[in-house]
């Protein structure tokens, strides 16, 4: 089942008026009708929808109008149609495009350049179109322009626009008998948007994610309720959540296919700007600016909280939808996450975001099912993410976070406040009771169903390598305690007591595992390090020191021969600067001799977000090596704030000398 698919589009021709809209949104968009469509005078205005421009040629296979909305139609079954509000103005001299918010002009066209207004009715998702023709004098072939009428009717400012072209070519005054049956039509349209009588209902489902009836008939055994209220209360309460999930990944989508099709026009723009050989604006350029404009920061951050809410109720949903389940629709998330990300450039707004908070079953689901890659982009965004509400101080817990949805439902905002990510504290973070119901398969201690807890082993197949902090290394035969075994990772403890997850396809389930584990406590790598040793990071970061301080040393006696990085030979040094795209990042990465999932994991932040992180967050996403990766970061930042051509071996020397001098002073 698609779960992030066509986005969802209120195309009634008319209005956008719903009769599922709250009396709040409706109140609201019938003052922005009012606002958007008038007519003054010899000036009328009309909130449009721009959907495409064609030129018109053969090369392209559009010789004629017909073939333009033919292409239309094939754009809009493939959904590959993004539209664009703005304001269409018309006057006794010109047509205007105007931006929605700074009314700013886009496009202006004299009539005499409009060659065909015409209506394209009923022919796509978008029931009423209307279709320009249009060319100036400089222009070599027409232009043909698609504007969704989603307010007014297409044949209103057709009739509108005929008669001004008409008035303009002959001298008449035949317009203003149309406009003043066009503003009787406005008036009697605008009367129509009423408030509903009664509460706003949720919106009908579009084929997204559903609540499974058999997920709801395991959750009637488990809890072990005969009431047949009981049992429809649990299941609406299901599906307000599902409900609440699909309308933000409606959202989500929609902000995701903005930030694309921006990208898109801003490629677009840049190549005709390449091309341009005077200044002056072309045909279409005013759209295509308006097209390319970004988001607000305020929308990047309501996009960001949505995921956020996303999460939390995947993790909440996880036992009660299926195809896709929720492990499948975190990663599906994690895409539009990064899109979100990279488009910003850079992570710290994303981690300003606290509200909503993660609830600890969210944290402790994601880290479960994360692969190495979503699991950098997650710790990337700070404790706003990584730290469950349960270990925020009280004093610094966000308020509540109530979202507004683009189709104008309103949630009952009870369902917000008894969430388990608004209420969670120090306590209730660590109980693990169902979120449906009082009863769970598993309970805080570990039992299922009141049962007594038995400890459970597992045996090691093969070697593994933990990515990131949250996996744990183990060795091919090594039996490690099993603390959670619900996931494709199951989270491990070891004998000196290091908790992390591990594929569960190299595990094998051990009955008795007293006789392995005397074993095992005979093996080096179950032996603690005695107090006062050092780890093999510690022990090679000591190597290195020592090192450094025999090449500084040698630096300074007299007929030793001198080291230096030469730039111009071999292995030329691979720039790295803040504006480094992430294949740049990559090859930086690689030339430093970085372990492969170092580079893997790193290699997907661009320079400016690569810089941005410190030693610890470095060390939680790459291990050991976090170490050694930050002190090349730091010398790069040097090497770009000093730009004197220093090599990388000397600034190290020069701190290491400095460390030195400062030691034997003290």
């Known amino acids: 089942m698609s779960v992030l698919g066509p986005l969802s589009r209120q195309s009634n021709g008319v209005a956008r008026s719903d009769s599922k809209l709250s009396a709040k949104a409706l109140y609201e968009q019938r003052k922005k009708y009012s606002n958007s469509n008038f007519i003054m005078h010899e000036t009328s205005q009309y909130h449009v ?10 090369t392209e296979s559009i010789a004629t109008v017909d073939d333009a909305i033919k292409k239309l139609v094939l754009l809009d079954s493939k959904d590959k149609i993004w539209t664009q509000e703005m304001l269409l103005q018309v006057t006794d001299k010109s047509v205007r495009l105007l931006d929605c918010d700074t009314q700013e002009e886009l496009e202006n066209f004299p009539l005499p350049t409009i060659h065909l207004c015409q209506t394209v009715l009923n022919q796509t998702r978008y029931p009423s179109v209307l279709l320009l023709v249009c060319q100036d004098k400089e222009q070599h072939k027409p232009d043909i322009h698609f504007f969704h009428c989603d307010e007014v009717e297409a044949e209103m400012v057709h009739a509108d626009i005929d008669s001004a072209i008409g008035d303009n070519k002959h001298g008449k005054k035949m317009r203003l008998q149309t406009l003043k049956v066009n503003q009787e039509k406005m008036k009697r349209h605008r009367e129509t948007i009423l408030p509903p009588k009664g509460p706003s209902p949720a919106p009908a489902p579009k084929g997204r994610v559903a609540a499974t009836s058999t997920s709801q008939q395991q959750e009637r055994r488990v809890s072990g309720q005969n009431d047949t209220e009981s049992h429809e209360n649990l299941a609406q309460r299901i599906e307000k959540d599902v409900q609440i999930l699909n309308c933000a990944l409606d959202d989500i989508e929609i902000f ?8 898109e026009a801003y490629a677009q723009l840049n190549q005709r700007n390449k091309s341009k050989k005077n200044k002056k604006k072309g045909p279409a350029e005013g759209m295509l600016t308006l097209r390319a404009k970004p988001p607000s920061e305020e929308e990047f951050i309501d996009s960001l909280q949505k995921l956020k809410l996303a999460f939390n109720l995947l993790a909440k949903l996880k036992k009660h939808i299926q195809n896709p389940n929720a492990s499948e629709l975190v990663h599906f998330l994690f895409g539009p996450l990064e899109l979100v990300l990279q488009s910003y450039g850079t992570p710290e707004l994303a981690r300003s975001i606290i509200s909503p908070h993660l609830s600890k079953d969210t944290v402790d689901f994601l ?42 439902w309103e949630p009952p905002a009870d369902l917000f406040r008894t969430a388990p990510w608004e209420t969670e504290g120090p306590e209730t973070g660590k109980q693990r009771e169902s979120y449906y119901g009082t009863h769970s398969s598993s309970s805080p201690n570990g039992s299922y169903n009141g049962m007594p807890h038995t400890r459970k082993y597992a045996k090691i197949l093969y070697h593994f390598v933990a990515r990131n902090a949250n996996e744990l290394s183990v060795l091919q035969d090594e039996v490690l305690e099993v603390i959670e075994d619900d996931k494709q990772w199951w989270k491990l403890r070891n004998r000196s007591g290091q908790t992390g997850y591990v594929p569960f396809n190299i595990l094998d ?29 510690q022990k090679m970061e000591k190597v290195n020191d020592e090192l450094l301080k025999k090449i500084t040393e040698s630096k300074t006696q007299p007929n030793t021969k001198k080291f230096r990085v ?92 400095e460390r030195i001098n400062s030691g034997s002073k003290d």
């Open 49 to 58: 929808e721009h959907l495409s421009t064609f030129i018109m040629d053969k």
């Open 256 to 263: 995701v296919a903005r930030l694309q099709k921006a990208a």
């Open 367 to 408: 880290r479960g099912h994360l692969t190495p890659k979503e699991m950098t982009i997650f710790e990337l965004l700070g404790d706003g993410w990584t730290k469950p509400r349960a270990e925020w101080p009280k004093d610094q817990c966000a308020p509540p976070y109530f979202p507004k949805f683009r189709n104008g």
């Open 509 to 537: 389930v051990v009955d008795e595992p007293e006789g392995i584990y005397n074993q095992q406590q005979q093996q080096q790598h179950y032996r603690p390090s005695p107090p006062g040793s050092l780890t093999p990071g």
């Open 566 to 657: 030469d730039r111009s030979g071999n292995g030329p040094q691979i720039p790295l600067t803040y504006d480094s795209n992430p294949e740049q990042v990559t090859a930086w990465l690689s030339s430093k001799g970085l372990s492969k999932p170092t580079v893997e994991c790193l290699g997907i932040l661009t320079g400016a977000q690569l810089f941005s992180l410190n030693k610890e967050e470095l060390k939680a996403v790459c291990g050991d090596e976090g170490g050694r990766v930050f002190s090349q970061i730091t010398v790069q930042k040097e090497q770009l704030e000093k730009n004197n051509g220093d090599s990388e071996l000397q600034e190290i020397m020069r701190r290491r000398q």
